[in-house]
């Protein structure tokens, strides 16, 4: 930033110094102008008062070379030309500066004189015998006397920018110090209050302290995530391997009492039922457990959620599989509503129905009533069960939470069905809304 500022103000000093040398020249060159006009005026004057009429070659001394002397009669022929033959130039009548002269007394200005080839400065007199004194000096003697001077012009310049370059880098060094000064103490509260600080810059150091106590909370979140999630995932990992402690405790147990003769022979059907019961409930939450990874790992560009199905349809498929297992409670389970068009993974819905229908039939009593409602872009799911206490509600889509662990266990729950509702909802966008008392039921909807 420092190099760019100091380069800026040499830049700046080095179109400054060439613009200053044009207008300088220019003025330089209309003064020689006024001065030349000034000059052949004193000389026509001083001329004037030295000519004698019969001694006209005697104005040859006057000529120099930088001067052309001219004498016109009255009729417009050349009587003296200090630079050509009078005879062989022509009438010289409509010379704008003779035809003034005859008029007014006198005439000046500039023009290109055909008989030199060049810009001549002229100024014309009338004498006192009738005839015009005409003097004339190029413009070629201002361009010379303006080389003359260009090597001081030039070297005005290289002083200049020299000056510039310096004084760019001084500035350069002044301007930047502030901020390098902020940039150390930008932390500071005090910073804002030092007078070399400049006060444009007031909004910005606070909008960068604004940005950098949200980047500090955002890390913070972050983090603090990092460990809610980390602690999550060692509870799972826990709770998992209890989970599956358990019934592989209960199928090592019978299955070395058949092993070891200790079980009576009426007894081993009996305990062959039970290792196949654990067996069925372990293999359940290994197929969770695998649902729920699936569900973690897969994002919504690896699912496809554009899909159009029929709600009531999915909602009748699961209630038409999980009847059996309602009849072996003498539970009363059906559907009610009408046809209802959603936009999703047909096959994750059905997944999450369900798990809500299958976890209503387990905590439900013998005798009860399931009853599942299809409305627009809603369903819900409203049992007579054993309720959720309200200390339990915000934790009860939480892996492996029971409100009845016992309970769970007896139907064959694995903790893990809600769980996998919750994550199925977030990816449709699905809000969950929960309603229930304990003991008089549960009713959970979801609304796409």
Known sequence: MQARISLSLCYVGILAAIFAMYFSAKVFEEVLSEEVK???????????????????????????????????????????????????????????????????????????????????????????????????????????TLLRTTPYLLGLIAVIIVVSVLIGIGLGK??????????????????????????????????????????????????????????????????????LKTPLTTISGYAEMIETGIAKPEDTRRFAGKIRREAGRMLSIANDIMALSELDKSGKRDINLDETENLYEIAEEC?????????????????????????????????????????AIRYTNENGKVLVTVSEKKISVKDNGIGIPEDCKARIFERFFRVDKSRSRTT???????????????????RIDLKSNVGFGTEITLEF
Do not use: C, W
């Open 38 to 144: 000034g000059s052949l005026r004193q000389e026509a004057h001083l001329i004037e008062a030295a000519y004698k009429p019969d001694e006209v070659l005697d104005l040859k001394k006057f000529a120099k070379d930088s001067l052309r002397i001219t004498l016109v009669s009255k009729d417009g022929r050349v009587l003296f030309e200090s630079d050509r033959e009078p005879g062989k130039m022509g009438n010289h009548l409509d010379r704008p500066e003779v035809s003034d002269a005859f008029k007014s007394g006198f005439g000046e200005g500039m023009r290109h004189s055909v008989t030199i080839g060049s810009n001549i400065y002229y100024y014309a007199l009338k004498l006192e015998d009738g005839n015009v004194l005409r003097l004339g000096m190029g413009q070629a003697y201002i361009q010379n």
């Open 174 to 243: 002044v301007f930047v110090r502030p901020i390098k000064k902020l940039s150390e103490k930008l932390n500071d509260a005090d910073i804002l209050d030092d007078e070399s600080m400049y006060k444009e810059i007031a909004p910005f150091v606070k909008t960068i302290r604004n940005k950098n106590r949200e980047l500090e909370i955002t890390i913070e979140k972050l983090h603090d995530e990092e460990q809610k999630t980390s602690r999550m995932k060692n509870e799972f990992t826990a709770n998992a391997a209890h989970e």
């Open 319 to 359: 209630v038409g599989e999980l009847s059996m297992n309602a009849n072996k409670k003498n539970i009363s389970l059906s559907l009610q509503g009408e046809a209802s068009e959603v936009k999703g993974n047909r096959r994750l819905i059905f997944e999450m129905i369900y798990n809500l229908v299958d976890n």
């Open 412 to 430: 064959g729950g694995t903790g893990l069905g809600l769980a996998i509702v919750k994550h199925i909802a977030q990816l449709h966008g699905t």
